[in-house]
T-cell receptor
């Protein structure tokens, strides 16, 4: 089955700096890669996703890049703000399946 | 995205008892998913709830421990049976999006077993 590795497990940045979280996956059949943000006491919220026919996708301060050859994808947050502090999860799936395999999460702390 | 409501949002239960968690969606969906998130850990899929048929369980999860109902296309329940402290987790309901690949989550049920 699919295995998703996520690094780092914790990340502290100064407000205004950039944050990068990286994930690798094992199953070459995976072609859908979402990122979730989970705030304390809440369910995961989908913040951005990318499909295998695209190398990069941006949405305001958030971007995701995908390298299918190397089987890794990354989340980039620019101009971080304190409200970006949360746990971020990457995931992977095959679009023929509904099942997502999640990474172990990254706790991001943005220091004012 | 669909609006997903879970009840209860949290509960503290005695070991040996059972708790039923409800998940209500504001639109009809073919599949609903139940995940477990143990303290400080990632999300693990428990089972897929299909309307009109038995749920499909992932490796390590069995129907006797986690019975699931799916009476219609907008509602599902997950029961955590004969609970032990190891069952203390957040249980999350999820539904796919229009593209059938995105997953949207409810706010979760935070269960503590004492």
């Amino acid at each position: 089955g699919e295995n998703v590795e996520q690094h780092p497990s914790t990340l502290s940045v100064q407000e205004g700096d950039s944050a990068v979280i990286k994930c690798t996956y094992s199953d070459s059949a995976s072609n859908y890669f979402p990122w979730y943000k989970q705030e304390l006491g809440k369910g995961p919220q989908l913040i951005i996703d990318i499909r295998s026919n695209v190398g990069e996708k941006k949405d305001q301060r958030i971007a995701v890049t995908l390298n299918k050859t190397a089987k890794h994808f990354s989340l980039h947050i620019t101009e971080t703000q304190p409200e970006d502090s949360a746990v971020y999860f990457c995931a992977a799936s095959d679009t023929g399946s509904y099942q997502l395999t999640f990474g172990k999460g990254t706790k991001l702390s943005v220091i004012p | 995205s669909a609006v997903i409501s879970q009840k209860p949002s949290r509960d503290i239960c005695q070991r040996g008892t059972s708790l039923t968690i409800q998940c209500q969606v504001d639109s009809q969906v073919t599949m609903m998913f139940w995940y477990r998130q143990q303290p400080g850990q990632s999300l693990t899929l428990i089972a897929t709830a299909n309307q009109g048929s038995e749920a499909t369980y992932e490796s390590g999860f069995v129907i006797d421990k986690f019975p699931i109902s799916r009476p219609n296309l907008t509602f599902s329940t997950l029961t955590v049976s004969n609970m032990s402290p190891e069952d203390s987790s957040i249980y999350l309901c999820s539904v796919p999006g229009q593209m059938n690949t995105e997953a949207f989550f409810g706010q979760g049920t935070r269960l503590t077993v004492v």
